[in-house]
């Protein structure tokens, strides 16, 4: 199948899943977007905007082309004629995809509803052909990198190891840019400005020859979102509505790392709790509270309107967002690192990771110090949607994987699906703070992940000597099919 081919296939699986799973009946709009080539300061990327029926997502196409770049190694110059056979081809397959799965006229819901050709939007929208777009993001791309996940810091690499490991590599010849000591984890990690002729597997090879495998880890300076979360104006349920908590809950000395955006410590709901936060982006950076805020008083707020879960424990609150116009709030895989080593020194129950994005090999060896420690850490499962590619770190097979449910134990119909989903719990309409003095209702992987945080940390203190990940899968309720599922996991988080 050629490259161009697989791309088509790929959107139209993606409409028919979307189709398929939002679970409507009618049809009353389709529109199918191009973003033009976002580029600032530190990275390039293609983002194809969808929605259907009035509910919307997005699926990046990075992965994609580096298939196209590995694969048919494109040339240089794009052709005239692949713009029409692209037009040409996405044109007929929408068309007859959504025929097929709704039986409506693509051509008179478009064109009636919105307006515009679909190839026009799909090449032109920002007088961009699709032969720029494409030449100028898979040039961003290093044909060798090994994951399908795309958006990093085009101008940099990432070392981490031992000062040992570090001393070698100087004798070698190797430079780099800037050092930091992660004490707590126990390395150092090096950041590198990566030349135009920059070559990850390359330089990952060199570094290993020196030192040994095993001794170091070099990656790219991955990106990390809160990914999709959807605002309703419903009242919203109470945390402590959806969790069964032990009627000694204000006795436990419990410890929560919470690895997020900003938090509002001035709301009224949080004056009095027991938050500690400490800054880990770059200087001059923007940072967002929103997602944080929610995220911390969904654990420990203690205003007398709405109440946390745990409103006496202690929460160490990593602050790794910065706001991105283009893309929301991004954390990096080095902000996402020296907050893990800081939360290592805070001798904390459990690290509740609200936030999804690539496999980085960084973050794997950092996240392998807490399992050796016995510190679980607990991540969202992601909103990609259930067509979505494993996000990371939930995927990580010592992380415990959190997918969103609703009140009636049905699966968030934007959560991830696979394999490393481990537990389920309410993340559908859940109640929580806005920075200020607000209050808010989301929906999300992300509002799910404190109740299994929260849970794991109780079992840690009642059950000291137990593994908390595996009496949590063994007490889960069961939901889906019979036993581990692609959808829920063991089922609803049930302590």
Request: net charge negative; proline share 4%; glycine share 10%.
């Amino acid at each position: 199948m050629s490259p161009i081919r697989k791309l088509l296939v790929f959107i139209e699986n993606q409409i028919v899943s979307w189709v398929r799973t939002t679970g409507l009946v009618g049809f009353g709009g389709f529109w199918f977007l191009t973003h033009s080539l976002l580029a600032d300061a530190e990275r390039t990327e293609l983002d194809i905007g969808v929605s259907v029926g009035g509910i919307g997502g997005y699926f990046e196409i990075g992965p994609i082309l580096d298939q196209i770049q590995a694969e048919a190694a494109l040339d240089e110059q794009i052709s005239d004629s692949l713009v029409d056979e692209v037009e040409e081809e996405v044109t007929g397959l929408l068309e007859e995809a959504v025929q097929n799965e709704l039986d409506v006229d693509i051509d008179d819901t478009v064109e009636n509803e919105l307006d515009v050709d679909i190839g026009e939007s799909f090449i032109g929208e920002q007088g961009l052909g699709i032969a720029v777009i494409a030449e100028e993001v898979v040039n961003a791309f290093d044909v060798d990198i090994e994951y399908e996940s795309a958006r990093f810091h085009s101008g940099q690499w990432l070392v981490m190891a031992d000062a040992i490991a570090f001393e070698e590599l100087a004798q070698e010849g190797f430079v780099f840019d800037s050092y930091r000591e992660l004490s707590s984890l126990g390395f150092i990690l090096a950041e590198v400005s990566a030349p135009s002729s920059f070559n990850i597997t390359t330089a990952r090879e060199g570094v290993l020859d020196v030192v040994g495998a095993g001794r170091a880890s070099v990656d790219l300076n991955h990106y990390y979102t809160a990914g999709i979360s959807i605002d309703s104006s419903a009242t919203g349920f109470q945390p402590t509505s959806a969790l069964q908590l032990p009627n000694n809950i204000d006795q436990l000395p419990l410890k929560i790392g919470v690895i997020d955006s900003l938090v509002d410590l001035s709301h009224p709901g949080l004056k009095s709790s027991k938050i500690e936060v400490e800054n880990f982006t770059r200087r001059g950076a923007k940072q967002p509270e929103s997602h944080g805020t929610a995220v911390a008083s969904i654990i420990a707020a203690s205003g007398r309107d709405y109440a946390g879960l745990i409103p006496n424990a202690e929460v160490f609150a990593a602050s790794v967002f910065e706001e991105q116009r283009h893309h929301g709030d991004t954390a990096n895989a080095v902000s996402l690192i020296r907050a893990l080593d800081w939360l290592l020194s805070k001798n904390i129950d459990v690290v509740n990771v609200s936030m999804a994005g690539p496999p980085n090999k960084l973050l794997e060896l950092a996240l392998k110090k807490f399992k050796d420690k016995g510190i679980p850490v607990v991540a969202a499962a992601g909103n990609g949607g259930p067509a979505a590619d494993p996000m990371f770190p939930a995927a990580y097979d010592d992380v415990i994987a959190v997918t969103a449910v609703d009140a009636q134990s049905r699966a968030f119909r934007m959560a991830n699906r696979g394999s490393y989903v481990d537990l389920s719990a309410l993340g559908v309409d859940v109640a929580h703070l806005k920075p200020g003095d607000g209050y808010g209702t989301s929906s999300g992987t992300s509002y799910a992940v404190p109740f299994v945080s929260t849970a794991v940390a109780i079992i840690k203190h009642q059950y000291p000597e137990a593994d908390p990940a595996q009496l949590l899968f063994k007490s889960a309720k069961d939901l889906g099919e019979p036993g581990k599922d692609d959808v829920y996991g063991y089922g609803l988080v049930n302590p």
